[in-house]
Structure formats: structure tokens, C-alpha cells
């Protein structure tokens, strides 16, 4: 064995290894022979209580930090051979995740571990005729004699059906429990409970035959499995335009899995796509597909790790969470719609699935595949590097073409008079495909629209001279930029065109219906938003209500431009298309392109050519001009451009540090003193000389429930020495016991803050 490099006297080492029981760990010394070797997720023998009974634990860290006397500390007794197992996995991961993106190791291990609840297991029971023949006859004839109408009624269909379930004999023979309790006491029958685990995928589909890939689809299977049959595992990065049929080549991959024995994860970006890929799921692989999202019980989710653990499940559908579920043979894993920001937790630890799910992937011995219409810079940018496998579907399986695009500039629509929120074109468009019996889908892009502000005559927006993104508008009307901290006063009129419509953007998807009734009050309208979509299984009695064309428009939010396939539609309007653009963050291009792609990819999906109709105040920005091609490369190119001048990720990897503190000037005070100090760092070291700082500078959202906000970004193309201040940073945190400070690390933010 390769001696590892790892530090440690000690080990903490958890005995229970329940989420439940992870907030306590015990600290054994490591004998000699052991230095160097032990290392998170390694399954141990050690002693345990007072009788030092031999206990089987999983190593958490390894320190050279004594908790309490060393010559009262037990030693670890053997390391267990062949003690890899899906806990280990776990252990190890979550020990990758604290060193990656910095959190506590019982934070990160809350991450990884399923939760045992101490919920009661859900039981099926039975009544079973245990008497013969002849007993079971003569009990009835008496109960007749008797009038015993509810005996009767059981022994009724006893006599026909020796075993009855226990539902249908209190239910629909309205046999109360005393009486059942009666008859088996009298050893006529006996009551029999099996334990069973929660399944929450309640479907009733035809299975569905494979369909034949195209020559594109084909080739791109062969190709992955002729690795992974090779023992070859890696990540694969699959760009196919919206509507090529990557769900299709997922499901052949995964299919060829199974038939190896081996499980696979599928994560979806949103709660709203798991009814649709669910079902095409399920019509291939039956109940051997589960799902696991947040609107599972804690029972439910639970029992879904324990089928998994089983092997009872061979395919996990569901958000960024699925992928702790515990698989023991974990064949492959696919990340569809890789480029969706809601991969990013949003908690400590704030990791990323996709990096995540690599790292997973090699412990696991498994390999990756990343799927998008318009794949993030990141993983883009590492497939052109060769880094991961680059595959490309450019042919739409209807054989129809990409929906005819038109860019409409709000600005001209304004100077003709119309005021309206829907273009000229827009309405002419709806008006024909309600005429047609057409569906529409309209889209408001809502992201970035909170605060900023525009010239509606102009389409000027007001920007930061020093960081090129957009002022935003703060109580009192003071505009601020989020990332070094410039202010100044609000405006009446736009500096550029001198028009008085500057103004913050005011509309919502309520407001969109209300004026679809007015101007087409024959159309039939459902809505999609946060509002709609509270209550259990709404998305998909929206989603399944549209596809049974219950509706002829559907207006929503983002979630509704994400991976549905709905045939009928022909027409789709993004309304306020360019509001992304004005959102203070650097992603703010990559967003708005990829937004505008996947909502134009939504028209014409079926044999009807459809259309799209982009409303812009920006209609010469290279987002919307790319996204109305849809024109992937030609956008990265540009884009990259940027990122490598501006020196933001991909480009370089960036540490975002978030301070809060209950007192502002305390709160400041403390972020000057951790800037202070990652410029000692800088001073004292090459390496750290060559990383960046940006700030110390008030967070996007300077306040929330009284609790002040500051940041501090750190920038370099190593994100490891990033990594290694981080570690330094934390060590002074340690020493200086903060009480009323809180510090958050953020390894290459999807939002700023």
C-alpha cells in the first residue's frame, strides 16, 4: 500500500453511523503501524464502553489534536479488510467535500447521510383461515343461527378466498376489529402483518418499447459503452440541441447498465421535471425506478435509501440530493440540464452536483454523463480541453427544424405607441395559433428584475462605472453596486435619451394572465408559478393538464421553459426577455443565452414548425442575438472572451467569503480584519501574492432578518492554493472564537452575493 501523506496521532472515529448520531464522535490513538495509512471512510475495530466490547466504526478524520489525555485514549484495534461499503463511500465523500468547498465534517457528513427517522415502518396485513373445511363451514352455519351478520359476512368470503387483506375485510365488508379479534380467538383465523417501505411513485403506465435511436444517438451509446465495457470510466459531456433525444440515450445507456448489475442516479434540475422524466422512466423500467425530491415525507425518503441499499430500486430519479442516495453497485450517474444553477446548494456545505457527482463517480467506480442544450461554460470549457468526452446531437428526432426566431426591440414598439406587454408580432402570433387550435407557452423572465432600473424609450440601464453590472435600487432610491460597493443617488431622468420612463420593472405572471383575458378572453389559460405550485403534486396537474390541451396558453416563470415536450405547441413568447441581463453578476449573459435557447426550444417540437418571439429592450446584445440562432458556440466564444479578460470561472477559479453579523459596524470591522489578513498571506507567500482580492465590500442584499452581510472575493487559477487560504482563514477564525460573527465559504458562487 502507497503511504499516504495524511496528518494524525488521533482519529475521530463515528461507532452509530446513523445521520441521527453524527454530532458525536469518539477519539482513539492511532497505533504506529497505522500513521500514514488511515484515512477518512476506513472501517475500524475498536474498543467501546466500559467492558471494551469490539465495535466496527468508520474513520472521520484523523488529527494531530488530542480532545482529552492521550494516555486515557483507546487505540484502534484493526483496520477491517474488505471494509469498503456504501457507509465508507459516504464517509469518504463527505470528507472531500469539507477539504473542496469548506464546511464542518458533521455538516458535510448531514450532507451525504440519509436520516434515519425513528418513523414506524408501514405494515400490510392479512387474515388467513387457519380451521379446515369442515370448521370453517359449521363456524358459519352457527353464526347465521345467531344473527352474528358481521361474522357471517367474513366466513362468507373466507369460505370462497382462504386469505383476505385486512383492508378489504374492515372496509368493504364493514367487519369492525373486535370481531376479527373474536374469530381468532376462537383459532378460525389468524392476523398476519408483513413490514413493507414506502414507494412514492404512484404510476399506471403501458410499458413502453424501446425506440430506435437515430444514427446521431447511436452513435454516441456505442461509443460511451465501448468505454465503460474497456473498464474505461469518465465523464462525458453530451450537447444536443433542445429536442435532439438526449432522454433516449440515457435510457439505452442506463438500460445497458442494469444488464451488468450495476444502479443509476438521474438528476433533474427541478422538482417540476420529475412527473415527465418519471414517466419515461418508469414506461421503460417499471417500479424498479424510484424517485427521491424534497415533497417526500421523511418515511418516504428514507425508505427510499433502504431499497436502494437493498437493491430493490436499479434507477433514482430526482434533484441534486438523490445523488447520497446509497447505491451499492453504482454503475452510472447522469446529470441532465448540467448547467442549471439549483445544482449549487445553497447550504453549508455549498457544494456543486456536477463536481460532486465526478468525485462520487470515481470512488464508485462509475462514469458520468452531462447533458445540455447549452452546457455551462465550466463544463464546456473542460470538454474542449479534453478533459470530458465531448458528444454532439444536432438533428431534431421530428425531423422538423429549430423554431423560427424573431427578435422584437420594446423600444421601437414604445415610440409606435404600443404600451402593451405584448408586441405587435406576439399578438398576431397568438391570435393565429388560437385560431389554429395551437398551443402557446409564455414565458416571463423574471430573474434579475428585482430593482434594477431602465429607460423604457432607450433601453439604457444604470451600471457601476468600475464593474460593469447594474446598479441596484435600495430603499430610499439609492442605487448600489453589489460588488465594490460604489453608490450614488436614483435619477428621474435616463442620462442617456433624457426620457422620463426610467423606471424599475413591474410585472408578474398574474398581471400577464389578466391582460391574456382581456385581449383573447376565449383563451383557456393556466398559470405556473411560485403561487400555483404549493400544494403537493400541482406541477404535475398543471403539466398533465396542459398535455391533455385543457388549456391553449401557459403562462409561467422558468420552470415551465425546462425539458417539457409538448407537441402541440407552435408558439412561444419571452416576455421581458433581456431582464436577466440586468441581474448584478457575471453569469448574467450565460443565464440569459441559455434561458432564451431552452424557452425557443419549446416551440415546434412536434411535426408542426412552431415559433418564438424574443421581446427585448437589447435587441443588439450578443446573448439575445446567439439565443435567437441558436448559435451555442458563437455565444461561448464571446463569452469565454470575457471571462478570461475579466478573470471570472471558468477562466479562474473564484472563493467567495460571506461575513454576517447582528451589528453593522462590528460586522465591517470583522471583514476589514479577515481582509487584513489574507493580505499578511499574500505577503508572506509567492502563491498567495498571485490570488486576487476583491472587497471587502456590503453583500448584494446588505440585510436580512437583521443580520448584516459583507463579502470578500478571492480570484486564482489554482482553485487549491484558493483552498489552502480558506484553511489559514478558518485556523484564525478558530483562534479568534467568534460569537457574534459568521463567516461562509463559497468555492466558485453560481450567484454572488
Given amino acids: 500500500m502507497e503511504k499516504a501523506t495524511l496528518p494524525g496521532r488521533y482519529a475521530n472515529i463515528i461507532i452509530d453511523i446513523s445521520h441521527e448520531k453524527v454530532d458525536k464522535t469518539f477519539q482513539y490513538k492511532i497505533p504506529e503501524a497505522m500513521k500514514g495509512f488511515l484515512e477518512p471512510g476506513m472501517c475500524v475495530q475498536v474498543p467501546f464502553g466500559t467492558g471494551n466490547h469490539m465495535r466496527k466504526g468508520y474513520v472521520i478524520e484523523t488529527t494531530d489534536i488530542a480532545e482529552f489525555p492521550p494516555e486515557k485514549m483507546k487505540e484502534i484495534a484493526t483496520i477491517v479488510k474488505d471494509g469498503v461499503s456504501v457507509e465508507a463511500d459516504a464517509i469518504k465523500l463527505a470528507a472531500w ?72 375485510v374492515t372496509g368493504k365488508l364493514h367487519v369492525a376489529a373486535a370481531t376479527v379479534r373474536s374469530l381468532e380467538s376462537q383459532g378460525i383465523i389468524k392476523v398476519e402483518a408483513e413490514n413493507y417501505y414506502r414507494n412514492p411513485v404512484q404510476m399506471e403506465a403501458a410499458w413502453e418499447t424501446k425506440k430506435e435511436l437515430s444514427h446521431e444517438q447511436q452513435a ?27 432522454t433516449e440515450v440515457y435510457l439505452a445507456l442506463i438500460e445497458a447498465v442494469i444488464k451488468q448489475g450495476k444502479q443509476a442516479i438521474v438528476l433533474i434540475p427541478e422538482i417540476a421535471l420529475t412527473y415527465q422524466t418519471l414517466l419515461r422512466f418508469y414506461k421503460r423500467f417499471g417500479d424498479r425506478v424510484s424517485v427521491m425530491n424534497s415533497t417526500l415525507s421523511a418515511g418516504e425518503k428514507y425508505d427510499q435509501c433502504i431499497r436502494a441499499q437493498k437493491g430493490e430500486i436499479d434507477v433514482i430519479i430526482g434533484p441534486r440530493s438523490a445523488l447520497f442516495v446509497p447505491f451499492a453497485n453504482l454503475g452510472l450517474i447522469v446529470m441532465d440540464e448540467e448547467h442549471e444553477g439549483s445544482y449549487k446548494s445553497e447550504l453549508t456545505p455549498r457544494y456543486h452536483a456536477r463536481e460532486t457527482a465526478e468525485y462520487l463517480a470515481k470512488i464508485k467506480g462509475a462514469s458520468l454523463i452531462l447533458g445540455s442544450a447549452t452546457p455551462s461554460l465550466e463544463a464546456y470549457n473542460r470538454a474542449q480541453k479534453g478533459e470530458y468526452g465531448l458528444f454532439k446531437l444536432t438533428k431534431r428526432l421530428t425531423g422538423g427544424n429549430l423554431a423560427r426566431t424573431h427578435i422584437v426591440d420594446l423600444r421601437q414598439e414604445l415610440r409606435e405607441g404600443n404600451r402593451s406587454i405584448f408586441s405587435k408580432k406576439l399578438q398576431e402570433l397568438i391570435e393565429d395559433r388560437l385560431n ?27 451600471k457601476c462605472p468600475h464593474c460593469d453590472v447594474s446598479l441596484s435600487q435600495h430603499m430610499g432610491g439609492k442605487l448600489v453596486c453589489h460588488y465594490c460597493g460604489y ?66 396558453i401557459l403562462v409561467g416563470t422558468q420552470m415551465i421553459v425546462k425539458g417539457h415536450d409538448f407537441p402541440k405547441v407552435t408558439l412561444v413568447g419571452i416576455l421581458a426577455a433581456d431582464l436577466s441581463l440586468n441581474d448584478s453578476d457575471y453569469r448574467c449573459g450565460e443565464r440569459t443565452f441559455q434561458l432564451l435557447t431552452q424557452a425557443a426550444g419549446r416551440a415546434g417540437r412536434g411535426e408542426r414548425e412552431g415559433d ?12 439575445v442575438i446567439r439565443a435567437a440562432q441558436q448559435d451555442y458556440e458563437a455565444f461561448y466564444e464571446e463569452e469565454i472572451l470575457y471571462r478570461e479578460l475579466a478573470g471570472y470561472p471558468p477562466a479562474e477559479h473564484m472563493l467567495s467569503i460571506m461575513i454576517t453579523a447582528k451589528n ?10 479577515i481582509a487584513a489578513y489574507v493580505k499578511g498571506l499574500q505577503e508572506a507567500s509567492e502563491v498567495c501574492d498571485k490570488v486576487k482580492m476583491i472587497g471587502p465590500a456590503k453583500a448584494r442584499i446588505g440585510k436580512i432578518n437583521d443580520i448584516y452581510r459583507f463579502v470578500i472575493y478571492l480570484k486564482h487559477k489554482d482553485d487549491t492554493n484558493l483552498q489552502n487560504i480558506r484553511g489559514e482563514i478558518e485556523v484564525f477564525l478558530d483562534k479568534k472564537e467568534c460569537r457574534n460573527e459568521g463567516v461562509q465559504f463559497d468555492l466558485d458562487p453560481i450567484d454572488s452575493f
Avoid: W
Fill in 97 to 168: 467535500m469539507r477539504e473542496t468547498y469548506g464546511s464542518t465534517m458533521i455538516a458535510a457528513l448531514k450532507t451525504v447521510l440519509p436520516v434515519k427517522q425513528t418513523v414506524k415502518l408501514k405494515e400490510k396485513k392479512k387474515i388467513v383461515c387457519i380451521a379446515t373445511k369442515e370448521e370453517l363451514t359449521s363456524a358459519y352455519g352457527e353464526s347465521l343461527r345467531k344473527h352474528q351478520h358481521a361474522k357471517v359476512r367474513i366466513l362468507a368470503e373466507l369460505l370462497k378466498e382462504p386469505v383476505l387483506p385486512y383492508e378489504l
Fill in 220 to 246: 454516441v451509446r456505442d461509443s460511451i459503452l465501448s468505454d465503460y465495457e474497456k473498464g474505461i470510466r469518465k465523464t462525458y459531456l453530451i450537447h444536443g440541441i433542445t429536442g435532439s433525444g438526449k
Fill in 436 to 462: 389554429k387550435k395551437e398551443q402557446i407557452i409564455l414565458f416571463l423572465n423574471r430573474r434579475g428584475y428585482a430593482g434594477f432600473i431602465s429607460c423604457r424609450s432607450c433601453g439604457y440601464v444604470m
Fill in 487 to 552: 453608490e450614488r443617488a436614483s435619477v428621474t431622468k435616463c442620462p442617456s435619451c433624457t426620457s422620463p420612463y426610467i423606471l424599475g420593472f413591474k410585472a408578474g405572471t398574474q398581471q400577464i394572465e389578466e391582460q391574456i383575458h382581456m385581449r383573447f378572453p376565449t383563451a383557456r389559460v393556466l398559470r405556473m408559478d411560485g403561487d400555483t405550485t404549493k400544494k403537493k403534486n400541482s406541477y404535475e396537474e398543471i403539466l398533465s393538464a396542459f398535455a391533455e390541451e385543457k388549456a391553449d
Fill in 612 to 623: 418564438a418571439v424574443i421581446q427585448t429592450y437589447r435587441p443588439d446584445h450578443y446573448s
Fill in 664 to 673: 453593522e459596524e462590528a460586522g465591517s470591522v470583522f471583514a476589514n480584519e
